[in-house]
């Protein structure tokens, strides 16, 4: 049966107490307004409800649900107002948008779909307020490709099964959202989009809270915490910037650049990651200015396997291990960085390491504040090192570096500590006003350990004892000699760590 009722209409079944009727294969068409209530809409073999060519029902407190297609299916200019409606357990998306249509989705429950929650596309449009989406296989919201560009406010958008909860190929504005414990990502970005994600909460994602991938949108003033793996990927050219989010308590990184990642980090506070605040790898390039990077326990940035970027006026701070580790045929540049009260070491330049660092402030951090080793060559320029709890730059491992115009004071264990054999470039550097506990403790008989606490190697001469077969890397120092292997057989190695 085909039916056509216009909003001046009303459609009288036949009354019938204690009844339970079906009506069956009906289209019921309004070209004016037409409102629907309290509604149950269920188990149809295409959407349950279709919304096209400028019609715009009210819709309140409908069940729509079992379908074996969309839940709600607008396209082709439909619009609309759905308000509170149940809509779960439709075989594709709970809410379909495309070629133009414009609907308005309020306090809606849309869980439970086979594949995605709401899917934008093909130039849909759409406004998604205060709506509580959950339990859906795929996308909680799926935005993909033709300029689509919904607007998605105040939402609870919660556990995606299977992949992201949002998935944005091109435009929308993503704003408010609270979005937590989705598999993959809480939004994953791709191809060219410019989408504007900002003022939302990214809770609990079993792996990341943002996915970006060929992306240049705008990400702003969000929280990201507690996440599985890294708090932001970005990764395959892609540009976003992020600007203002607060990335913390991850369980991994905090924000992750790979596979030619680039883009912009700007103003940012990213703390309390088990591994590292900031990771930059293969061929990575981003802009990284203005952070606050702090509490990592493998370090604040880590620059590895030919990752690049420019670090400029961060303040790096308070981490576990190294403030910035540049490993592996990297080559970032740091300028003006405030690089401190690290737990470790300010700088670490290792295995084939380069970068250029300008102006930095690298102050009281426990080990040294620029370690240099394994074939390293970075260049240093006009930076401050002062106060640090070891040495100021150590050299060392076959390691060299150009030194100009830097100005190394207040460290304990020396201001430019340099192993045998290490020949740096050194220009115009001023060295003053630097400690030498080792020399010290040499002199009053001290194992050096000790004034390390066995935690920090200070640089100083090695022997090894032929009596006592000990090898290279259990070499003892010159206190030892004197005093555990007196009368023994013993040869300098080198002066070293």
């Given at each position: 049966m085909t039916s056509t009722v216009s909003a001046s209409q009303t459609l009288l079944p036949g009354y019938c107490e204690n009844c339970s009727p079906t009506v069956d294969n009906c289209i019921i068409r309004s070209s004016s307004v037409g409102t629907y209530e309290h509604n149950e809409i269920s188990r149809n073999a295409l959407a349950g409800i279709w919304v096209k060519n400028l019609a715009s029902p009210i819709m309140r407190e409908n069940h729509i649900h079992h379908g074996r297609d969309v839940g709600i299916f607008t396209f082709e200019n439909g619009m609309g107002y759905f308000?509170?409606?149940?809509?779960?357990?439709?075989?594709?998306?709970?809410?379909?948008?495309?070629?133009?249509?414009n609907p308005t989705v309020v306090k809606c429950e849309i869980h439970h779909g086979q594949t995605g929650g709401i899917y934008v596309h093909e130039n849909g449009l759409g406004q998604f307020i205060e709506n509580r989406i959950h339990s859906n296989n795929f996308a909680g919201k799926c935005?993909?490709?033709?300029?689509?560009?919904?607007?998605?406010?105040?939402?609870?958008?919660?556990?995606?099964?299977?992949?992201?909860?949002?998935?944005?190929?091109?435009?929308?504005?993503?704003?408010?959202?609270?979005?937590?414990?989705?598999?993959?990502?809480?939004?994953?970005?791709?191809?060219?989009?410019?989408?504007?994600?900002?003022?939302?909460?990214?809770?609990?994602a079993?792996?990341?809270?943002?996915m970006c991938t060929k992306d240049q949108g705008l990400i702003e003033e969000n929280?990201?915490?507690?996440?599985?793996?890294?708090?932001?990927?970005?990764?395959?050219?892609?540009?976003?910037?992020?600007?203002?989010?607060?990335?913390?308590?991850?369980?991994?990184?905090?924000?992750?650049?790979y596979d030619n990642g680039h883009g912009k980090l700007e103003d940012n506070d990213i703390f309390n990651h088990l591994y590292s605040g900031v990771q930059i790898r293969t061929g990575s390039n981003p802009?990284?200015?203005?952070?606050?990077?702090?509490?990592?326990?493998?370090?604040?940035?880590?620059?590895?396997?030919?990752?690049?970027?420019?670090?400029?006026?961060?303040?790096?701070?308070?981490?576990?291990?190294?403030?910035?580790?540049?490993?592996?045929?990297?080559n970032p540049t740091l300028k003006r960085n405030k690089i401190y009260d690290g737990r470790d070491g300010g700088i670490c330049i290792f295995n084939g390491g380069k970068g250029i660092l300008e102006e930095n402030d690298i102050f009281r951090n426990t080990q040294a504040g620029v370690l240099i080793s394994t074939q390293s060559h970075p260049i240093l320029r006009r930076n401050r090192i002062y106060d640090g709890q070891a040495a100021g730059v150590e050299i060392t491992n076959n390691a060299t570096a150009t030194l100009e115009y830097n100005q190394i004071f207040k460290n304990k264990f020396a201001g430019l500590c340099l192993a045998s054999g290490v020949q740096p470039i050194t220009r115009g550097n001023q060295i003053f006003n630097n400690e030498d506990e080792v020399e010290k403790a040499v002199s009053g008989g001290q194992c050096l350990y000790k004034i390390s606490s066995y935690t920090s190697f200070?640089?100083?001469?090695?022997?090894?004892?032929?009596?006592?077969?000990?090898?290279?890397?259990?070499?003892?120092?010159?206190?030892?000699?004197?005093?555990?292997?007196?009368?023994?057989?013993?040869?300098?190695?080198?002066?070293?760590?």
């Open positions: 308000e509170k409606n149940d809509i779960h357990n439709n075989r594709i998306a709970g809410f379909e948008v495309k070629a133009g249509a935005l993909d490709n033709f300029n689509s560009n919904p607007t998605i406010r105040k939402n609870e958008i919660i556990t995606a099964i299977k992949v992201a909860s949002i998935y944005l190929e091109r435009g929308g504005l993503i704003e408010h959202n609270n979005i937590y414990g989705n598999a993959l990502a809480g939004i994953q970005i791709r191809t060219n989009s410019d989408s504007i994600v900002r003022h939302n909460k990214f809770i609990m079993s792996m990341v809270a943002f929280e990201v915490y507690s996440n599985t793996l890294a708090g932001v990927w970005i990764t395959t050219g892609s540009t976003p910037v992020l600007r203002r989010n607060r990335i913390h308590s991850g369980k991994q990184v905090g924000v992750y650049f802009v990284i200015r203005g952070n606050k990077i702090w509490g990592g326990q493998n370090g604040g940035v880590l620059v590895y396997n030919g990752g690049l970027g420019l670090l400029e006026q961060n303040e790096i701070f308070d981490n576990a291990m190294a403030g910035v580790w540049i490993k592996t045929d990297s200070p640089m100083h001469d090695f022997y090894r004892c032929q009596t006592c077969n000990t090898t290279d890397r259990n070499a003892i120092c010159v206190n030892c000699i004197k005093n555990c292997h007196a009368g023994h057989d013993v040869e300098f190695i080198r002066h070293d760590r």
